[in-house]
């Protein structure tokens, strides 16, 4: 298949998928289990999700992996099976890709802080590494480290995949908004570290997810684009901060009035309409994280699909 | 001059733990709170002058920088650190009575949730306020909340998440914790939770950041 970049340098804009872990727990994974314990125990519904947002109109898919290192895995004494849940992670999602679309192998945060001595920088590279290899046995195109707020951590990603691995790698972080209107993530990087740090670390794509929503996304981009004009930029946020609410007393259910439920307050209708902005900001993949869903994909790429950057 | 104490809030705000810690670099080589502490111990300076004018002087104005965003979690760990350890040398005040604290408060992250480092930030500035905070740690069931304040019916509970897929739990045990304790405090935060998510699980305060619980704690005491 032909690279990401080399598309992205042409001018196409890519979608990328929607949210994995609400989806998870719309299928009924529970409070405690490990999301990737269910690459072998629900394989199907894995399969489900993967192909829901292939159905939707994505480009790219990721894989259920995001909690797949060894740190995260030892919370349920799952360390030992990181190849083989990371493999099958990588194998279900390229079942649904297919040959056309490309499957993005996603590694998360080790959960662990470099700083306060909880974890060596020999550590981390040890299990981002581990991680990668099992992925792109399973048939990972590319490797996404996402969700980061540390830079150290991020690079140290980055550099792992890159010697252990020949996928392009994608590397996104977190970002808050201050009253100021200035973003940085949770470790107090702005976006111009991340765009220096990731792009002399040796990442092909950078970019941002998570966060709080697409509302805040060109401004985001805009400032990212004023430190790197031409490195491949994928967005992919939340679909908005989400909010609980009690459900409507319904008697005639017998159900109990007092439980809740979350909600994100960002339509699949709105965060089409934003997107357009983000693109033109200069994003060059565009997909969803938290509360987004193959409704949210779909609406958004039917928009973005016919546009292209460099072609006025 | 300097005094000891003045001594001990650079330390605690700046970050130095100890005479060997490297951090901050322009503090290398030098006594950190931890030994600061433990002179001012030997010296006879009272241990609630230590916590007031050491400690909980430094922690407020690093609650303060933080709200600002001035600082981040990494300044503010390393913060909380220093004080974590020069506060060792305070414990056996404590235990011994000599030395009274604001109140009890409970903390943990509710049920399902792997991630504390929020829970652990709040949890030190707030022992870092005069508090003495029991750490219930991450993952925590609504039962063991429950049991908690049994044992200190008149604390104030601290509920955290992260995670948008959690946070249904932090309603939850909120609704078991007001069940038994109708009276009971409870102050609820994390990246997902907001002001209108604490009215509707009927928690008594959001705290957008650890500062705001400590300032939301200090009217209750």
């Known amino acids: 298949m032909i690279k990401i970049t080399d598309r992205i340098k042409s001018g196409e804009i890519l979608v990328s998928d929607g949210a994995w872990g609400t989806q998870l727990q719309s299928k009924g994974l529970k409070t405690g289990e490990c999301p990737e314990l269910w690459n072998i125990t629900h394989g199907k519904e894995i399969y489900e999700i993967a192909e829901s947002y292939i159905n939707a109109g994505s480009d790219m898919i990721e894989t259920n992996s995001f909690g797949g290192n060894r740190f995260r895995l030892a919370e349920y004494g799952l360390e030992r099976r990181l190849s083989e849940l990371n493999k099958k992670a ?138 790197d004009g031409n490195i491949p930029l994928m967005i992919q946020p939340n679909a908005g901060i989400p909010i609980f609410r009690k459900e409507n007393p319904d008697e005639s259910s017998g159900k109990d009035p007092e439980q809740g439920k979350i909600i994100y307050t960002e339509s699949p209708e709105y965060m089409a309409e934003i997107s357009i902005s983000v693109i033109n900001a200069g994003a060059n993949i565009i997909g969803g994280c938290c509360g987004t869903t193959p409704e949210h994909i779909r609406q958004i790429a039917a928009i973005v699909k016919n546009r292209r950057h460099g072609i006025k | 001059m300097e005094s000891l104490l003045d001594k001990i809030a650079h330390c605690v705000e700046e970050g130095k733990i100890n005479r060997s810690s490297p951090y901050p670099p322009e503090m290398k080589d030098q006594d950190g709170a931890d030994e600061l502490t433990q002179w001012a111990v030997k010296q006879g300076i009272s241990p609630d002058d230590i916590l007031q004018n050491g400690f909980i002087r430094a922690m407020d104005k690093v609650g303060k920088k933080f709200s600002e965003h001035k600082i981040f979690v990494p300044q503010m760990l390393m913060s909380a650190k220093a004080m974590s350890v020069a506060m060792e040398h305070l414990k056996p005040f404590f235990q011994s009575g000599e030395t009274k604290r604001r109140g009890v408060f409970i903390i943990g992250t509710v049920t399902g949730d792997l991630h504390e480092i929020g829970k652990n930030l709040a949890a030190m500035m707030i022992e870092g306020s005069g508090w003495e905070v029991i750490n219930l740690g991450k993952d925590v069931r609504k039962e063991k909340f429950v049991q908690a304040v049994h044992k200190h019916p008149d604390c104030v509970v601290g509920l955290s998440a992260l995670l948008t897929t959690t946070m249904i739990h932090m309603a939850d045990t909120i609704r078991a914790l007001k069940e038994e304790f109708p009276q009971l405090r409870i102050i609820i935060g994390g990246a997902p939770v907001n002001q209108e998510f604490c009215d509707n699980a009927g928690a008594d305060f959001y705290a957008a950041d650890p500062q705001a619980a400590v300032v939301y704690l200090k009217q209750l005491s």
């Not at chain 1, 297919?98 to 550590?123: C, Q, R, T, W």
């Not at chain 1, 990603?157 to 201050?178: G, L, N, P, Q, Y």
């Open chain 1, 90 to 227: 990588a194998q279900l999602s390229r079942k649904a890709a297919g040959n056309n679309h490309y499957v993005l192998g996603s590694i998360g945060p080790s959960g662990k802080f470099i700083m306060m001595d909880e974890v060596s920088p020999a550590e981390l590279t040890e299990t981002f590494s581990e991680q990668a290899i099992a992925l792109k046995e399973g048939g990972a195109d590319a490797i996404i480290i996402e969700t980061m707020t540390d830079l150290n951590e991020a690079c140290i990603a980055v550099r792992a995949v890159r010697e252990s691995t020949d996928c392009e790698i994608i590397c996104t972080m977190t970002f808050d908004k201050s009253a100021k209107n200035a973003f940085h993530t949770m470790m107090g990087v702005s976006p111009e570290d991340m765009v220096r740090e990731l792009v002399s670390s040796g990442a092909d794509i950078i970019g941002v997810n998570c966060g709080r929503g697409i509302a805040d996304m060109p401004d985001l981009v805009k400032e990212i684009r004023k430190y």
